[in-house]
């Protein structure tokens, strides 16, 4: 849970700080009055003691799902970014599988003015590509982008029309937004569950077939081609899709993507125990998939890690593996999973792990730098690199359970973020380090 205190001034004594934004790695202090980073300690200044820990800019996820409107019984724009404050995220991207969905300007704003009051962090709204999500009739971009809509998207369903996708593309390319696309065909996935593979073969479960993601994404990439417009592939999951993406960009095309924590860490024999938390739409992939990601990260082909945390509840996911819907909250443990996956693993460190879930997130939405600079806005993730923790969903901050990493030891922790005015600590994290006052 949080400690969330509201503080005139503070400072943060003895922390490494990493900053992709200005490429900064250096023990430092950093001193903080009325939300802004200043040059000086304030006089009276709150002092928090962050020997051992990172300082870095707030996390960013741009693929969240806060239910709100219409689910609010599997999680809220309350619980939903107090659950990111927790993982160390200062903004995150809501998708608009809402209900009603985000494709009209009023639903938009709704999720911005209810952020605005009970948020823990900042929220960038996800609007529709098609009203209702129906694939059929193109939304206003231009309405959406105005009342607040940083992207679009029909997350969960992919646009299979081709014209509608080409004119998609050609308003992003004229507003200067960006397409989100749930990469699926679903005369190819129909019906299947899990990876369509070795393991679905074994345990009998119907297989989705990967070949309805690649072929959507190489289709959106000739559109991408024709129209300039910004397209970004969401939870990529296969070898051939990297693939894909990488051929795109090096063409020099405006091309993105991103990769989910649970496919940098689990493959599809994770779901031969039957348990529905290990069923993820996309599906978990074959080691050699898992192993692709790793590498499109480190090699640039991926641009950010994200959760698609999908709040599902209890009864829901109790219907069974045939039967129960995909998807799992990863809000709290997103960045400890992508220690595990790359640090752990000795393919990166801290800095490039860091850098994924910050400048690589904002660019993907063309966001401004974050840097921590005198004069920015306090905007800031504290983590314990070397804290050894144990996953326990009944200590999570989100309303849903489903996830498959309970009982997991992961090292290194988000312990808390800084937004503005609040310090919000997370109280199993931070070591029983509190604010002091300064002498």
Request: net charge negative; glycine share 8%; proline share 6%.
């Given at each position: 849970m949080l400690n969330d205190q509201s503080l005139d001034a503070l400072l943060i004594r003895g922390a490494r700080v990493i900053d992709p934004y200005d490429v900064r790695d250096e023990v430092t202090d950093i001193a903080i009055e009325h939300g802004k980073i200043v040059a000086d300690v304030p006089r009276g200044a709150a002092v928090l003691d962050a020997t051992?820990?990172?300082?870095?800019?707030?996390?960013?996820?741009?693929?969240?799902?806060?239910?709100?409107?219409?689910?609010?019984?599997?999680?809220?724009?309350?619980?939903?970014?107090?659950?990111?404050a927790a993982g160390g995220f200062t903004y995150v991207a809501c998708m608009p599988n809402t209900r009603p969905p985000l494709d009209c300007p009023e639903t938009v704003r709704q999720v911005v003015d209810r952020a605005r009051t009970v948020g823990h962090c900042a929220v960038g709204p996800v609007a529709c590509v098609t009203r209702?999500?129906?694939?059929?009739?193109?939304?206003?971009?231009?309405?959406?982008?105005?009342?607040?809509?940083?992207?679009?998207?029909?997350?969960g369903d992919g646009v299979e029309d081709d014209s509608i996708m080409r004119a998609a593309l050609a308003s992003a390319a004229k507003l200067d937004t960006v397409v989100i696309q749930h990469c699926e065909y679903r005369s190819i996935s129909a019906g299947g569950v899990m990876h369509l593979g070795e393991v679905s073969k074994r345990i009998d479960l119907p297989g989705l077939d990967p070949k309805s993601e690649e072929a959507m994404i190489e289709r959106d990439i000739a559109l991408c081609r024709e129209t300039g417009g910004r397209y970004h592939v969401a939870h990529i999951s296969?070898?051939?899709?990297?693939?894909?993406?990488r051929e795109a960009r090096a063409a020099g095309l405006p091309v993105t993507s991103e990769v989910c924590t649970h496919h940098l860490v689990l493959t599809d024999e994770a779901c031969a125990t039957s348990?529905?938390?290990?069923?993820?739409?996309?599906?978990?992939?074959t080691q050699a998939d898992v192993d692709a990601c790793r590498a499109g990260l480190l090699d640039g082909t991926i641009d950010c890690v994200v959760t698609d945390h999908a709040p599902h509840s209890s009864d829901e996911k109790a219907k069974g593996f045939l039967t129960a819907p995909p998807g799992i909250i990863g809000l709290e443990t997103?960045?400890?999973l992508a220690a595990k996956a790359i640090i752990d693993a000795q393919l990166a460190d801290w800095p490039e792990v860091i850098r994924w879930f910050t400048r690589g997130a904002s660019s993907v939405l063309g966001l401004a730098a974050r840097p921590i600079a005198v004069g920015q806005r306090a905007d800031l993730c504290l983590i314990d690199p070397n804290q050894v923790w144990t996953v326990d969903p009944d200590r999570f901050a989100s309303l849903s359970r489903n996830t498959p990493f309970g009982g997991w030891s992961l090292t290194g922790r988000p312990v808390g973020t800084v937004w503005g005015l609040r310090l919000q600590l997370v109280t199993d994290a931070a070591d029983g380090r509190q604010v002091s006052t300064s002498g």
């Open positions: 051992g820990w990172i300082i870095c800019p707030g996390l960013m996820d741009l693929h969240v799902h806060l239910r709100e409107p219409g689910q609010t019984h599997k999680e809220t724009i309350e619980t939903g970014t107090a659950a990111a209702a999500r129906g694939g059929i009739e193109l939304t206003d971009f231009a309405a959406l982008s105005e009342a607040g809509a940083v992207a679009f998207s029909d997350d296969t070898a051939k899709a990297v693939d894909l993406v348990d529905p938390n290990t069923k993820m739409h996309p599906p978990l992939r997103a960045l400890s």
